[in-house]
């Protein structure tokens, strides 16, 4: 909770205010009056309302669909508070996007997340906070400080709630890392549930099209948790599911990702599939009229708040885990 009369102030974009709002509840403050808006031919416009001057500033944006007007949103917020003499400006990136695009794959691609990181530095940024970046590596492309939040804390405490030890026989039970990049983080998570690891090997090739192509590790009669940074279209996540039920003869299998961004077929895919449920948090907000049945978010907002506490108040955030 933040004291009253503490210089700090909270403003948030287009992207996700509920998730902005649930912050400001907890850290017993309101959100920074302001509006942000678009001209009629799409330009970001951002007025503030009260003064930050001097301020420790917290700008609440993820950069999700749709990506470029978020992002130049969270561009000119900055740039109006910097204008302003905010005393620091922090931006809260809940989901970063562009992450992807970390590497040059082949010849002549682009590296467009230092890109992005380059453009937050120019326009005033002072520190970014964000969770599960897809590419760890995406921190050294800042030239200022980023703090990175994790998100299997929640999915552990989750599916250990779920599926408790004096219940539920945890040899029963495999994570399943969707790829090769993927085995860090799932074997991560898969220690902390005291579970076993498994590996879905797959050929990708081309943007958001995959091939699976072996399992590697044991998953014949056992509950199969997937465990990814983010899913998009959902190709790569209901073709390992598949596999894993397919192939594998797992009996059942559960999936969980920290970014839910679930463009194109995804909602289709996900109801298709043999996945009894798939957990998200709400970095990025559902879709209206889009909800399936099988999707829970769980909310990492307050995780977020504690985070911009302890950056106000100058102390170590890996506290928090």
Not at 174 to 192: E, H, L, M
Not at 232 to 247: E, R
Not at 248 to 270: F, Q
């Amino acid at each position: 909770m933040i004291a009253y009369g503490d210089n700090i102030q909270v403003f948030c974009g287009n992207s996700n205010p509920e998730f902005a709002g649930t912050i400001c509840e907890e850290l017993g403050i309101s959100i920074g009056n302001s509006e942000v808006k678009k001209f009629a031919d799409g330009e970001a416009s951002v007025t503030l309302n009260e003064t930050v001057r001097g301020a420790d500033v917290f700008l609440i944006q993820s950069t999700c669909k749709p990506v470029n007007d978020n992002l130049m949103e969270l561009l000119v917020m900055i740039d109006a508070c910097r204008r302003a003499s905010a005393g620091r400006i922090t931006a809260v990136i809940p989901y970063f996007g562009y992450a992807r695009q970390d590497r040059k794959a082949k010849s002549r691609d682009p590296i467009s997340a230092k890109l992005v990181a380059n453009m937050l530095t120019a326009a005033g940024a002072d520190r970014v906070l964000t969770m599960d970046l897809h590419a760890a590596q995406i921190q050294g492309f800042f030239d200022i400080p980023l703090d990175h939040l994790l998100g299997n804390p929640t999915f552990v405490q989750y599916f250990a709630d779920k599926f408790p030890e004096d219940r539920y026989n945890h040899d029963d039970f495999v994570v399943v890392a969707p790829d090769v990049g993927s085995v860090g983080r799932a074997r991560a998570f898969a220690a902390k549930l005291h579970m076993s690891l498994a590996i879905v090997d797959k050929r990708r090739q081309r943007a958001n099209v995959c091939e699976v192509m072996n399992i590697i590790g044991d998953v014949k009669d056992k509950i199969c948790i997937i465990y990814d940074d983010m899913i998009d279209t959902a190709g790569s996540l209901c073709n390992a599911a598949h596999a894993l039920v397919d192939i594998g003869g797992a009996k059942e299998v559960y999936a969980c990702a920290t970014h839910g961004v679930l463009s194109g077929p995804a909602y289709d895919r996900i109801e298709a599939s043999p996945i009894q449920e798939v957990v998200i948090h709400n970095t990025i907000p559902l879709e209206r009229n889009t909800e399936s049945n099988k999707i829970k978010q769980l909310d990492v907002a307050p995780i977020f708040a504690r985070a911009i506490e302890h950056i106000h108040g100058g102390t170590s955030i890996a506290d928090l885990f």
